[in-house]
């Protein structure tokens, strides 16, 4: 149920105003090597960054990775899914690599990036409890 709802995150999580993300994936259909996520993600009021991601690897119902990609930052995130007693328990790992000019503001990126990815976690985590 947690890869499933990973797989095709765009249709399940948060609204574009309370989670300050707009996705798109192409090619529409089951989730893929090579599928393709088109976010774009809300900086400020009126002012949106596009991020786009491809999936690198896929392992159902284990492991959904991804590299993405913007104007300011590279990285790669991948979700790992491991079953328990009590139901799963889901890890984020997620590298980002800022463009060469970023590199000073480093933590003040980092600071302001953490609380959106505990969001997006939660945001997961409540289409989850509400879908189950």
Same mark, same amino acid.
């Given at each position: ?27 529409? =259909? ?11 993600? @809300? #900086?400020?009021?009126? &002012?949106?960054?596009? !991020? /786009? ?33 009590? =139901? ?11 463009? @060469? #000019?970023?590199?000073? &503001?480093?933590?003040? !990126? /980092? ?22």
């Amino acid at each position: 149920m947690v890869f499933a709802l990973l797989a095709d995150v765009q249709d399940h999580v948060g609204a574009p105003a309370r989670s300050g993300v707009r996705t798109g994936k192409s090619p529409s =259909g089951p989730t893929t090597e090579g599928t393709r996520w088109h976010e774009r993600v @809300r #900086l400020a009021p009126g &002012w949106w960054m596009p !991020v /786009d991601s491809v999936v690198t690897a896929i392992e159902d119902p284990d492991l959904l990775a991804m590299d993405f990609r913007s104007a300011w930052f590279t990285g790669h995130v991948d979700y790992r899914i491991e079953s328990t007693p009590q =139901g799963c328990l889901l890890r984020q790992h997620v590298v980002l690599r800022s463009r @060469r #000019l970023l590199r000073p &503001w480093s933590a003040r !990126v /980092d600071a302001r990036l953490r609380p959106r990815l505990l969001d997006r976690l939660a945001d997961i985590r409540d289409a989850i409890e509400r879908s189950g």
